[in-house]
């Protein structure tokens, strides 16, 4: 089992950056891939950004690109996501999530939150204007 302890949100301006951490405990997670989603309210949940077990791959959804940077450090057991530019349309929970590789045929299946094995709690982000 891996449980994963989101950190890092808050209530801050528009234009601002933030950086959220995914803490994992229970097993490392350096053969896991790794992703960002987050749910606004009265939304469902959609895919921000993930990358691979070696960090070597990253992907972003087109809302968050060039905005938002992912990364881990296998070391620590946790990966990070470097928020800026926010605007209020990025209000919302943030949960980090792990997936075996081998569930992920492609990158692309990255973006599908049913592909994933283990989520964290969520941490909220509300950017006002």
């Known amino acids: 089992q891996v449980q994963l302890v989101e950190s890092g949100g808050g209530l801050v301006q528009a234009g601002v950056s933030l950086r959220l951490s995914c803490a994992a405990s229970?097993?490392?997670?350096?053969?896991?891939?790794m992703g960002w989603f987050r749910q606004a309210p009265g939304k469902g949940r959609e895919f921000v950004a993930a990358?691979?077990?070696?960090?070597?791959?990253?992907l972003y959804a087109d809302s968050v690109k060039g905005r938002f940077t992912i990364s881990r450090d296998n070391a620590k057991n946790t990966v990070y996501l470097q928020m800026s530019g926010l605007n209020p349309e990025d209000t919302a929970v943030y949960y980090c999530?792990?997936?075996?590789?081998?569930?992920?045929?492609?990158?692309?299946?990255?973006?599908?939150?049913?592909?994933?094995?283990?989520w964290g709690q969520g941490t909220q982000v509300t950017v006002s204007s």
């Open positions: 999530a792990a997936v075996q590789p081998i569930r992920v045929v492609a990158v692309t299946g990255w973006t599908d939150d049913g592909n994933y094995d283990y």
């Open positions: 990358i691979s077990w070696s960090g070597s791959r990253t």
């Open positions: 229970g097993r490392a997670i350096s053969t896991y891939d």
